[in-house]
C-alpha cells in the first residue's frame, strides 16, 4: 500500500465514492455527479500548495492507478478555534482488508514527521462501526458525540482525537 496525492485523473474514483448510495450512507447520502471534477480540481489545487493532503489509497505500488480510496488532513475552524481534521473512504471490494487503516496511519506519521498539524480530528458517523474501529484502533480518543455539517446536511458523528506527535505509538 501507499499513499499518492490526488491527481487530476482521479475524477472516477471520487464519484464512485462520492456518488454511490452505499459509500454515502453513513454521509447522509450521495453527493450529486455534477460538481465533482471541480471538487478534484480543488483538491489537486490544495494538494499541490500542500494546505491540504489529499492522498489517495493505492493497493499496490506498480498500479499507482489502481486506487482503493482516500485519506485527507485538511485545516479548518471549529467552533472558533483552527484544528486540523483527517476522514477516509475505501471502496467497497477493498473493504475489510486493512487499506483504510493502514492509510490512516501512514497519513498520521508523515503529519507527526511533519510537525505543523498538532492534534488530528476525525468525526466518522455514530453509525460508522468500521471508521470508529480504525480510530480506536489507531489510539485516538474519544471526546464525545456531536452534530456536525457535512454539504449541507447535519450528521452526528463521534468526535476522536489524537497527537501524532505524543499518541502514535
Known amino acids: 500500500m501507499l499513499l499518492r496525492d490526488v491527481e487530476h485523473g482521479d475524477v472516477e474514483a471520487y464519484v464512485r465514492m462520492r456518488c454511490d448510495p452505499v459509500m454515502m450512507a453513513e454521509l447522509g447520502g450521495p453527493l450529486p455527479r455534477q460538481g465533482m471534477e471541480a471538487k478534484v480540481r480543488r ?17 499496490h505500488a506498480a498500479r499507482p492507478d489502481l486506487v482503493a480510496g482516500t485519506v485527507t488532513l485538511w485545516p479548518h475552524d471549529e467552533d472558533g478555534e483552527r484544528i486540523s481534521e483527517i476522514g477516509w473512504m475505501v471502496l467497497p471490494e477493498y473493504q475489510g482488508q486493512g ?4 492509510g490512516v496511519r501512514t497519513l498520521l506519521e508523515l503529519a507527526r514527521d511533519d510537525g505543523r498539524w498538532g492534534p488530528i480530528h476525525a468525526f ?10 480504525t480510530c480506536r484502533s489507531l489510539g485516538f480518543r474519544l471526546l464525545g458525540t456531536q452534530d456536525i455539517p457535512f454539504a449541507g446536511r447535519v450528521l452526528q458523528a463521534r468526535h476522536w482525537v489524537i497527537d501524532p506527535r505524543i499518541d502514535l505509538t
Not at 483538491?43 to 493497493?59: L, N
Not at 487499506?99 to 493502514?102: R, V
Not at 466518522?124 to 474501529?133: D, H, K, M, R, V
Open 43 to 59: 483538491d489537486v489545487r490544495r494538494a499541490a500548495a500542500d494546505t491540504d493532503w489529499t492522498k489517495m489509497i493505492v493497493p
Open 124 to 133: 466518522p458517523a455514530t453509525s460508522n462501526a468500521p471508521s470508529n474501529g
Open 99 to 102: 487499506l483504510g487503516k493502514q
